[in-house]
């Protein structure tokens, strides 16, 4: 299983309607209940752009990264250029109009193996192979 940016960026938020699904589901990846747990490590890159457009200062940034990429149990992979090309592809093929996105479709369909991904984000719903769970729809109690 993959968490995507969306699940991953309401957790390192103050407030976020997402937040408390989030929080339910990293405590959850924490406590080992999924096993390992996967994330591009382009979330990283996405989260830094994001926050620059926020307006949040490079130390609280910095303060986001090291709270995710500490989370037990929450593996960060690299990307490749096999994963580079596959995104590009995904982008013509599937109209996507985000990197991100396609980083993370090409990442789950390339290293995780279920290629089940975490979101709330529809446009991985239109790509083959790839199961998209709403993190709200997780069972999390």
């Known amino acids: 299983m993959m968490i995507e940016s969306d ?11 997402l937040k408390e699904a989030s929080e ?3 405590s ?9 747990v ?13 926050s620059l ?26 990307t490749s250029y096999e994963i580079d090309l596959l ?6 093929q599937y109209r996507l109009t985000s ?3 396609a980083y993370y479709a090409a990442t789950c369909l390339n290293q995780v193996r279920d290629r089940k991904i ?8 239109r790509i083959p192979g790839i199961s998209r769970i709403d993190p709200r729809d997780l069972k999390l109690k």
């Open 7 to 17: 699940v991953l960026y309401a957790y390192v938020k103050e407030n976020d309607w």
């Open 24 to 26: 339910r589901l990293v």
């Open 28 to 36: 959850k990846i924490e406590k080992g209940d999924f096993g390992e």
């Open 38 to 50: 996967y994330a591009s490590r382009e979330v990283l890159h996405e989260l830094y752009y994001v």
């Open 53 to 78: 457009d926020e307006e949040v200062r490079i130390d609280d940034y910095v303060y986001r990264v090291a709270n995710l990429t500490s989370v037990k149990n929450l593996v960060f992979l690299e």
């Open 87 to 92: 995104a590009i592809s995904l982008m013509k």
């Open 99 to 101: 990197i991100f996105d």
């Open 118 to 125: 975490v979101t709330t984000d529809t446009v991985y719903d």
